[in-house]
Nanobody
């Protein structure tokens, strides 16, 4: 059974840092982090696809995605956090390459999802 379990969320002040972790049953070809704020659609934050890293414009230079294949874990290091980063963060995986920007950033193209971890940034 495929499982993705996130951890590491919490509450920080503006400018603070958090590191999210996702423990996975497998390391998939295309894995990433998405987030969803109340009343907003789920959006992609950072994706690992075919060994390359991709970032949403809103987090470039502040967030870093990484993974440990031996531990089967995916990480999201979040620095210089802003109140607009407040959301539920989800780990997602697709058991095939994404290979296109459309698939990479589209939640419906991901097969597996974690339960989410809350990140709250106060001003």
């Amino acid at each position: 059974q495929v499982q993705l379990v996130e951890s590491g969320g919490g509450s920080v002040q503006t400018g603070g840092s958090l590191r999210l972790s996702c423990a996975a049953t497998y390391i998939y070809y295309c894995m990433g982090w998405f987030r969803q704020a109340p009343g907003k659609e789920r959006e992609g934050v950072a994706v690992f696809d075919s060994g390359n890293e991709y970032y949403a414009d809103s987090v470039k230079g502040r967030f870093t995605i990484s993974r440990d294949n031996a531990k089967k874990e995916l990480y999201l290091q979040m620095n210089s956090l802003k109140p607009e980063d407040t959301a539920m963060y989800f780990c997602a995986a697709r058991n095939n390459y994404c290979n296109s920007a459309t698939r990479r950033w589209s939640p419906v193209d991901y097969t597996y999802w974690g339960q989410g971890t809350q990140v709250t940034v106060s001003s």
